[in-house]
């Protein structure tokens, strides 16, 4: 993973459930894909039915790299780094289960709550709610603003446990205490779509 990713929300328009993710240290800002541009928020959300998985195949793999990074973890466990990407490129390839692995061997070593969050992000993808929301709210217990993983906590809420309200507050959370966060407007509309739907209940 070399880019950064953040996805999700169409309310007439796909971002991609990537806000939930910042790969701040591997990818370069991009706003159109991480919990990918894989969940969709709209009329169906608002019905409470689960997001639409990605349709995008996953990108190809230099199993060259792999097998170096896979060699230096054999020679040194703890190689921090080398856990991180082997994560990174499982969660591309959408082996989510094996890159939930990698993050929490890395976590171990040292925490940091964007590789947190990303842990959260594959619990998610693996039906894990209880444990995404868990993992995405020890970053929030330490940095209560921290926008990828609000937005992310927003997303398992609405889509893992069903909790529009829930959702909706989070959501809110992130943009008043974000104003410059790259989708605002977009989280805004969001917001708006789930207040309009939980008034029709």
Known sequence: ????????????????????????????????????????VGSAAAAGEPPAGSQAPPPPVDLAAVQKLQDRIKANPKDYEALVELANIDFDQKNYSEAAGYYTRALAIQDDPNV??????????????????????????VNPT????????GVVLLHGKNDPQGALDTWQKL???????????????????????????
């Open 175 to 201: 943009v008043d205490t974000n104003p410059t966060f790259p989708q605002v407007d977009a989280v805004k509309t969001q917001i708006q779509a789930l207040k309009e739907s939980l008034k029709k209940k």
């Open 1 to 40: 993973m070399q880019k950064d990713s953040f996805a999700f929300l169409i309310v007439g328009f796909a971002i991609g459930f990537g806000i939930l993710y910042n790969w701040t240290k591997h990818r370069e800002p991009q706003i159109a894909e991480a919990f990918p541009p894989r969940l969709i």
């Open 146 to 153: 921290h926008a990828q993983a609000l937005f992310n906590m």
């Open 116 to 141: 947190r969050t990303d842990l959260g992000t594959m619990l998610f993808y693996s039906n894990r709610y209880d444990e995404a929301m868990a993992e995405l709210k020890k970053v929030l217990d």
